[in-house]
């Protein structure tokens, strides 16, 4: 079993930046080989995809965050990041690390003040 630690949110104004991370501890033996992703929820909206990075390190973003969102990956330190900038208040949401299969951290709460 693999656990998922995300931290790095925070409340920040219109156009700025965040890094959030995700650590994995645990069986994460195989953390280099696992795709892994943020997803983000909005109170009353359904969790949708932000990023992805697979084992050879290709990535896919949402459409509402490409070019202003990075996502990458240091299998050495068995962590994820996604380095956020120009931020929009439609970006505030909580944000999920995600291990496939089935790994989901706690969640971090990211605020965009307008």
């Known amino acids: 079993q693999v656990q998922l630690v995300e931290s790095g949110g925070g409340l920040v104004e219109a156009g700025g930046s965040l890094r959030l991370s995700c650590a994995a501890s645990?069986?994460?033996?195989?953390?280099?080989?696992?795709?892994m992703h943020w997803y983000r929820q909005a109170p009353g909206k359904q969790r949708e995809l932000v990023a992805l990075?697979?084992?050879?390190?290709?990535?896919t973003y949402g459409d509402s965050v490409k070019g202003r969102f990075t996502i990458s990956r240091d299998n050495a330190k068995n962590t994820v990041y996604l380095q956020m900038n120009s931020l929009k208040p439609e970006d505030t949401a909580v944000y999920y690390c995600h291990q496939s299969p089935s790994s989901w951290g706690q969640g971090t709460q990211v605020t965009v003040s307008s």
């Open positions: 990075i697979s084992s050879v390190s290709r990535t």
């Open positions: 645990g069986s994460n033996a195989d953390f280099g080989i696992r795709s």
